[in-house]
């Protein structure tokens, strides 16, 4: 008592010098003269609780290394849940307008001030900080116990807890000064009581297979299926698909989750959109290749190590891997398309590292779903750091509001989350884990499931494993989590024998978990490659939510990689919209999930009809969902075209655009500030119209062009070999700051960009799609009076208005393809307004000989007609008119979409069964603009009046063209992209839309096709 009346007066007064004290002297005795006042000091965070069971040892040895994250709070909390709940909750107006890559820290992260207030007071007290975190929440400091003590005026203790580990806490509340205190949340990383665990729950079932046993690689065309080796040795040892354990063709399936629909006939099989599989543990990469080998999948598996990552080698004796396998796996099963990056913490992190895991996965923002099956029960959590589950709070807010969906394991213990067998602590009660019942990420419970013999449609309950070992589907009602006004999305759902253990105020609910739930019974589990030696590959049938979240996982991929998400972005945080449309899932009706071994003796929880907090709203049951969870969000805003006088506004040849004349190097990004000159508003501006020049490459590569601000798609705008000279029209989203940005592959590139537009959400002119018509062949007399090629220096007429569907008056501009052949020199074609005078800018480079295209959105003159000019030699031109602008009130306003690659023939994304992949002589590719079949499930691409992409071809075996038309009409008399053998080319396509699909036809030769989606006109 003594001790803590003498802390709490220090805490409150001047510190007197140390020798003072040291020497028993009196402090009213001896005062110091010129003693600089130290700061006031104030308690940050809390004394953990010890848990029960733990015994008390020796105090840590003081050079004991320590790793603290000192967390701050956002600079305005209540605005930051309230921009959460905004962009997630359907309806909204700011629904799905999420912050942009790096905004975080400068919209809601703490002052400047605020961080250099902390930093400074931690220097004062003796400590080393780094730098903040890049969301600005938090300073990392690595020490010592000793220093730490000293510095933060603590003690610290040793416990041997009821699990065999050996820890230690702090014994005090850590001070800071007053200034600091007043912005700083917490502290963590004074005790590592708590451990995160893996929620996987393994089968006694294993068998070996050959290591020859494989099939070959192939593209990610379809729904992925065990090789016949593997299930030769399944059924030799009497397994059999649906009854115990589920291969994911069989998961796909109709009467289980129906994603086998998006793959065959959409062509959706998740890629473009990136995972982010959180782990603490190494993942064995002979494994991952085992099972990629047997299913012939393609699927990308990266690795980023945070703190160093983990040490331990994988292997099945010690269990190290597992968890990483089954995720990795029932992603790359289920979503084959997807990228999977693998963020890995180190093994037995310490809580400060466990933290930086998650923060990590969030700041880099390249990863748009996140899957974690890793969990901590919230009493414990609670009780020893509550400074480490307000942190996750704010990571999972900031996720949200970047539009990254977060999938969490509800925890395999049942309605006793704590409970890991005999002497846990908070073992036998009512719990729920941590992070699945975070309020800003969407809990996973488990079912079991079957298919009856002979039966269509499977049989489900709740999870709920007798013996040794049990487990069940996680799930209850949190204490410590509570929703509210417009952010409680579970507003008027309670599952039975939900209670108000949150205290929660009128208006308000606990947070109830789990919210969906998918195959976690081991005993009808997934089967997972896990385990080699010289002579085997092991395959083990695995269960528990660990399974269910990154099923999840891939659910949600599937719904960013469809074709209404393309055209409407992520669904980000998506708990919002499955309450509204909880009659999209399968409601799980029986079972419970009470695990009588825990101790706890009670009867909560049972599944029924509706919401239950043993299965949640019920499993997933696409493409359905897929598609309801995408056109929950409205249409991006309409906007207009207003045409500008062509002008160079980049040429890093001679520093237009840039500060140097340095070419973009490998690598690179060059922003490139659009708005504000030219012609173009400073405000208002939704996208630009560039024509784009690649010269003097040293490599092979491509350019990229997208909105500053947001993550680099997974698209290209721009391929080039070295040496050669390459345009392509680019009609590109602009950032928030005006800014798009210029991303360069492959060596050293020049780049020259000409602005002929932008798009504006004011007035200006609206598109109209036509048939496309050949207006301009010099070589056949079509559109000028004879057949002589264009001359050196000439300038080409043509009449564009008042024919081939285009008004007489009223336009302002005209979409037309262009060609160049038979050149007998290098140069290029300008096209501009008759009228006015030549702009010093191209629209078309080529060499001699060269057969080439590009896309021209160009101003038309007042008496419409548009000029074309040569630079040198002669070449004839071919010109295809696709639409025209008008100021006249009729046609369709532009709609931008993130950059988003909708074909790619050789790895089959959006090729559906029986289309041809590549394309060959005469061959139509249909790339399908639906979710759904069926009328109303068109989606915004189908319901389009027409689409602006960028077509590349490539791999081509014979000189020819591509043509791009809607599907269920006549192919037009028109190209869009000209090749010759071998060549890649890309060329930007504007096509108009007729229902379900648009055609890709290939006249000579076999070709891949790539095609990425850049936006969509409308007539909303």
Not at 591 to 601: L, Q
Not at 955 to 968: E, H, K, M, Q, W
Request: hydrophobic share 35%.
């Amino acid at each position: 008592m003594a001790r803590s009346a003498a802390r709490r007066w220090n805490r409150y007064r001047p510190v007197i010098l140390a020798a003072a004290i040291g020497l028993g002297i009196s402090v009213a005795q001896v005062p110091v003269a010129g003693a600089a006042v130290s700061p006031e000091l104030r308690p940050v965070g809390s004394v953990p609780a010890v848990p029960h069971g733990a015994a008390r040892l020796a105090a840590p040895a003081a050079d004991q290394p320590v790793q603290l994250n000192v967390e701050l709070a956002p600079r305005d909390p209540a605005a930051l849940q309230a921009f959460v709940t905004a962009v997630s909750t359907p309806g909204s107006p700011q629904y799905r307008q999420y912050l942009k890559k790096g905004q975080f820290a400068t919209t809601f992260g703490p002052s400047k001030a605020s961080i250099d207030t902390v930093t400074e007071a931690l220097k004062a007290q003796g400590l080393q900080p780094g730098p903040v975190s890049a969301d600005g929440l938090s300073i990392p400091v690595h020490t010592t116990i000793g220093e730490a003590a000293r510095a933060l005026h603590v003690g610290f203790a040793g416990y041997r807890l009821a699990d065999g580990r050996t820890s230690y806490a702090n014994t005090d509340a850590a001070e800071l000064p007053s200034t600091a205190a007043a912005v700083v949340t917490g502290i963590v990383g004074l005790n590592d009581l708590v451990k995160p665990v893996a929620h996987h729950t393994r089968s006694s079932r294993t068998v070996a297979a050959p290591t020859s046993a494989s099939s070959p690689f192939q593209p990610n065309t379809a729904t992925p299926s065990y090789c016949s080796d593997i299930k030769n040795v399944l059924a030799s040892n009497g397994l059999t698909d649906t009854q115990d354990y589920w291969e994911p063709a069989t998961l796909s399936a109709n009467y289980a989750y129906g994603t086998s629909q998006l793959y065959n006939q959409y062509g959706n099989i998740g890629s473009g959109v990136n995972v982010g599989v959180f782990e603490l543990e190494n993942y064995s990469q002979a494994d991952i290749d085992a099972f990629k080998q047997c299913f012939g999948l393609r699927t990308s598996v990266s690795a980023v190590k945070v703190d160093g990552g983990p040490t331990a080698p994988a292997d099945m004796n010690t269990g190290v891997g597992l968890e990483s396998a089954l995720d990795i796996e029932i992603l790359a099963g289920l979503a084959p398309g997807a990228g999977i990056t693998v963020y890995q913490g180190p093994d037995n992190p310490s809580p400060a590292q466990y933290l930086d895991v998650y923060r990590r996965m969030v700041t880099d923002d390249s990863v748009q779903v996140i899957s974690t099956s890793w969990g901590i029960c919230e009493p414990n959590l609670r009780d020893v750091d509550p400074t480490l589950m307000s942190s996750e709070a704010t990571i999972f807010q900031t996720a949200a509001a970047q539009g990254q969906t977060v999938v969490a394991a509800s925890g395999d213990s049942g309605s006793t989350d704590c409970y890991q067998g005999a002497g846990s602590p908070h073992g036998s009660e009512l719990a729920v884990d941590d992070p699945a019942a975070q309020p800003n990420v969407l809990g996973v419970g488990g079912t079991r499931m079957t298919l009856p013999s002979g039966g269509s449609s499977v049989v489900q309950s709740t999870w709920n494993t007798t013996g040794n070992p049990s487990g069940a589907s996680g799930g209850g009602v949190s204490p410590n989590e509570v929703l509210s006004g417009a952010a409680n999305y579970q507003s008027g759902v309670q599952g039975a024998g939900y209670s108000n253990v949150c205290g929660a105020a009128s208006g308000e609910q606990c947070r109830q978990v789990p919210d969906v739930s998918a195959l976690a019974d081991p005993s009808t589990g997934y089967l997972v490659a896990y385990g080699h030696d010289a002579t085997s590959q092991y395959w083990t049938i695995i269960g528990g939510t660990s399974g269910a979240a990154p099923l999840w996982a891939a659910i949600i991929a599937l719904s960013d990689a469809s074709q209404s998400c393309a055209a409407n972005g992520a669904v980000g945080l998506v708990n919002p919209a499955l309450y509204q449309n909880a009659n999209l899932l399968t409601d799980v009706t029986t079972g419970t999930n009470v695990i009588p071994d825990s101790g706890y003796t009670g009867n909560l929880y049972s599944a029924g009809t509706g919401y239950d907090l043993a299965t949640g709203l019920g499993t997933p049951k696409a493409p359905t969902l897929v598609e309801a969870l995408c056109a929950a969000k409205p249409a991006s805003v309409g906007s207009t075209f207003t045409a500008v006088a062509p002008t160079r506004v980049l040429d890093t040849r001679s520093a237009i655009g840039t500060s140097g004349t340095a070419p973009l190097g490998a690598g690179a990004t060059l922003p490139l500030h659009v708005t504000g000159a030219n012609g173009v508003p400073s405000s208002g501006v939704t996208a630009v119209v560039l024509n784009v020049t690649a010269t003097e490459p040293t490599d092979s590569g491509f350019l990229t062009l997208y909105p500053d601000g947001q993550p680099r798609p997974a698209s290209s705008n721009l391929n080039f070999v070295p040496g050669e000279t390459i345009p392509n029209l680019v009609t590109v989203p602009v950032g928030s700051n005006g800014v798009v940005d210029i991303y360069n592959k492959f060596g050293t590139v020049h780049v020259v960009a000409d602005l002929f537009g932008y798009y504006a959400t004011g007035a200006g002119s609206l598109y109209n799609p036509l048939t496309p018509a050949r207006v301009l062949d010099t070589r056949s007399a079509i559109g000028t009076s004879g057949t002589a090629p264009l001359g050196t220096g000439a300038t080409l007429p043509l009449q564009v208005t008042g024919a081939n569907g285009v008004p007489s008056s009223g336009v302002t501009a005209v979409v037309l393809n262009v060609t160049a052949t038979e050149s007998t020199d290098g140069g290029y074609l300008t096209l501009y307004p008759d009228g006015q005078s030549r702009p010093a800018s191209s629209n078309l480079n080529f060499v001699a000989g060269e057969t080439i295209p590009n896309l021209v959105t160009v101003p038309v003159g007042s008496n419409g007609v548009v000029d074309i000019y040569n630079r040198f030699g002669t070449v004839h031109v071919i010109a295809d008119l696709f639409g025209y602008f008008t100021s006249s009130g009729t046609g369709y306003k532009f709609h931008t979409s993130t950059p988003q690659r909708l074909l790619d023939t050789r790895s089959g994304q959006g090729v559906a069964p029986g289309q041809p992949a590549p394309v060959g002589a005469g061959g139509v590719l249909a790339l399908p603009l639906t979710d759904t079949a069926g009328p109303g499930n068109a989606g915004p691409l189908a319901n389009a009046a027409g689409l602006v992409l960028n077509v590349t071809v490539t791999g081509s075996t014979d000189g020819g063209f591509l043509t791009v038309y809607p599907s269920n009409v006549a192919r037009p008399a028109s190209s869009n992209l000209n090749f010759v053998a071998g060549q890649t080319i890309p060329n930007a396509v504007v096509t108009a839309v007729n229902g379900s699909a648009i055609d890709f036809y290939n006249r000579f030769g076999t070709v891949q096709v790539i095609a990425d989606l850049f936006g969509y006109y409308a007539s909303n």
